[in-house]
């Protein structure tokens, strides 16, 4: 049997697609071991861990934001391990080019893993050459060899659990956490520009249907499982659009109502939502939602995004979630093309009329490979360009002052009173407070998903120097003024 080690950032980012492919590794007889690099103070205390474990191959499930990191440290394990290194995940699969340049990678997973993975793994095993596996990129001396992907798998239900094992019997932390993660579906049917699932469209045109799901008995079988050996006492449902396809959410509700009934809350999209369903909702169990707006200017969204729900389809979800109180919170889109201080203080005066329990705001990033990236680059409105990203252009010199809704939204949002001082706010210097306001946000996902107080100051503490990153400042990229 053959053995790898995959390799992850912190406890933020708990990967159930690590999980996904331990598991169906393990039931086909190979090794599998998982390291946190948050959990190694010296680069050697990690050299020496993967020395001592053994393993044939150090794997990389990567998101762009964890890219860079990612390349110092691959770079360093190469340099001094020389084993093979694969990278997969949806950094690769959007920007294969980019990742074929980094020159400590040997192999790129190109799509949905699991079967590529465990042909590598018995072929290596089996001491067989592994150039021709489909989804896998192959590193020969100064070319690549690309090969074909495969079909994408219909019957989801095929693959075993999740391997939480992989991460919660090393990290104790994990386990006890009261919050477990769970996804039903794969695939978006949207076509929104900022995200890839347009581009996953496009490579897998020809091999199946995009948007699958597991079986209702699959899911409730697997949530039994995981409360049955850890604690548990709420569930999150980290699917993009959990409402997508009414008669699967409507039998999953009544059996979950029936066999789970413990709180819950997942993300949904307002276009297919209605009262049937909200109230299906509140049955169950299900104390919050999550959906994204981006913009609350409906041109915007439309035009630029392709985000194409109207404000209307917003107004009238959140309608519903008040009636039935189910708390919602909102994901937004900042530093926009063309975008002014009075263009955001539109938004959020938007926002705000939907009354919601709080808002995630974000800094647009515009990632390589995206059909935003095509879009913009044609009509002239990225300025420079980075490793992995295009920086929108700041036509008003604004964004400056725009990214300062990093710790004032969720401030805006709670005390509506402020709204008429909202862009007095955006222009106020406030660096002294943007910790302690951006800290406001994080106490809101944390009553939203009903953490316990001691727990969540625990995975706060665990990742505070991650966190305060990622929350007060945008993905750092390295940019470059595009030649006119």
Not at 201 to 208: A, D, R
Request: with cysteine; hydrophobic share 40%.
């Amino acid at each position: 049997m053959a053995k790898i080690l995959f390799i992850s950032d912190n406890y933020l980012n708990e990967s159930l697609g690590i999980m996904c492919l331990s598991s169906y590794l393990k039931i086909n007889n190979h090794k599998v071991d998982i390291a946190l690099l948050s959990e190694y103070k010296r680069v050697d205390d990690l050299l020496k861990f993967i020395k001592e474990i053994s393993c044939d191959i150090i794997g990389f499930s990567v998101m762009t934001p964890q890219a860079s990191a990612f390349q110092h440290i691959s770079k360093i394990i190469k340099e001094r391990t020389h084993h093979t290194i694969i990278w997969g995940g949806p950094h690769c699969t959007l920007m294969p080019d980019e990742t074929s340049k980094d020159g400590y990678v040997d192999i790129i997973c190109v799509g949905e893993g699991e079967e590529s993975l465990l042909e590598l793994m018995n072929r290596i095993d089996a001491r067989k050459a592994f150039d021709d596996i489909p989804n896998l990129m192959i590193k020969k001396k100064d070319r690549w060899i690309r090969n074909e992907l495969c079909n994408l798998e219909a019957d989801l239900d095929k693959y075993p659990f999740p391997d939480r094992a992989l991460y919660y019997n090393r990290y104790p932390f994990l386990r006890n956490f009261l919050l477990k993660k769970f996804v039903t579906m794969r695939g978006c049917p949207y076509d929104c520009f900022y995200c890839f699932a347009p581009n996953l469209k496009e490579i897998y045109k020809g091999k199946g249907a995009l948007v699958r799901r597991h079986s209702v008995e699959y899911v409730i079988a697997e949530i039994e499982s995981v409360i049955s050996k850890y604690p548990t006492k709420v569930l999150h449902f980290s699917d993009d659009t959990f409402n997508t396809n009414k008669d699967w959410v409507m039998n999953f509700l009544a059996s979950y109502k029936e066999n789970i009934a413990l709180p819950f809350t997942c993300n949904i999209t307002v276009v297919g939502i209605d009262e049937e369903m909200v109230k299906g909702l509140k049955a169950a169990g299900c104390s919050g939602v999550a959906f994204g707006l981006e913009s609350g200017i409906e041109s915007v969204r439309f035009k630029v995004l392709n985000k194409k729900f109207k404000n209307l389809d917003f107004i009238k979800t959140s309608r519903l979630l008040h009636r039935y109180k189910i708390k919602f919170i909102i994901s937004m889109l900042f530093c926009l093309p063309n975008e002014t201080i009075e263009n955001v203080v539109e938004s959020i005066c938007f926002a705000n009329l939907m009354k919601p329990w709080g808002i995630r705001a974000s800094i647009l990033k515009i990632f390589k490979g995206t059909k935003l990236a095509k879009v913009l680059l044609e009509r002239g409105l990225c300025e420079a360009v980075g490793e992995f990203t295009y920086q929108p252009k700041d036509l008003h010199n604004n964004h400056s002052k725009i990214k300062n809704i990093l710790w004032a939204g969720n401030l805006l949002i709670k005390f509506p009173m402020l709204l008429p001082f909202a862009k007095k706010i955006l222009y106020f210097p406030a660096h002294c407070l943007a910790v302690p306001l951006i800290m406001l946000s994080y106490w809101t996902d944390v009553i939203y998903h009903k953490i316990p107080l001691v727990q969540a100051l625990g995975y706060f503490w665990s990742a505070r120097k991650v966190f305060i990153k990622g929350l007060a400042s945008e993905q750092a990229d390295i940019y470059r003024k595009i030649a006119p």
